[in-house]
């Protein structure tokens, strides 16, 4: 009886370990993740966000509601990193890491830099611009955020399209 309390703190240490080194791993998660960086007039801008999957869903207005935050993608917040100072719409950001967050629209967004990137909250709202929505022809499956050499941010899920300038 006294060697079964070893093999039971052996097995539930185990267990402990593989658990944890699973949800390390996100490539394995059903909303991937994926990061993205562009040097735009000498500032070095990352994205780091997770891409979920329309899977025949409804997405705004339905799986994701008008008019509420949205951490812009999958599991952890997403956030966007600035190593020098920008404007983004025209309006100034400093350098930093912030969460992205965005209340999406029918016909327009509000994007939103917040100092804390883990979880939101008003209060630590840092700049907030509001950008027009447009549609694509083709749905785009898994939400992608693309950095394009100019400086524009697009989003881009199922037929809806956004886009904010950061220069």
Do not use: C, H
Request: net charge neutral; proline share 3%.
């Amino acid at each position: 009886m006294k060697f079964l309390k070893p093999i039971a703190f052996l097995a539930l240490s185990l267990l402990v370990v593989f658990t944890t080194t699973a949800q390390k791993d996100k490539s394995k998660r059903k909303s991937p993740p994926a990061q993205v960086t562009e040097q735009i007039n000498g500032s070095k801008v990352t994205i780091d966000y997770s891409r979920p999957s329309k899977k025949g869903r409804e997405i705004f207005g339905g799986l994701q509601a008008y008019g509420k935050v949205w951490r812009t993608g999958a599991n952890e917040s997403t956030w966007i990193e600035l190593s020098e100072d920008v404007e983004v719409q025209g309006q100034k950001l400093a350098a930093g890491k912030y969460g992205l967050f965005t209340i999406p629209g029918e016909d327009k967004w509000t994007i939103i830099f917040n100092s804390k990137w883990d979880e939101y909250k008003e209060a630590n709202d840092v700049l907030r611009v509001s950008v027009e929505t447009s549609t694509t022809d083709d749905v785009v499956e898994m939400f992608t955020i693309d950095i394009e050499k100019s400086g524009d941010v697009v989003m881009s899920w199922d037929k809806t399209q956004v886009t904010f300038a950061i220069r």
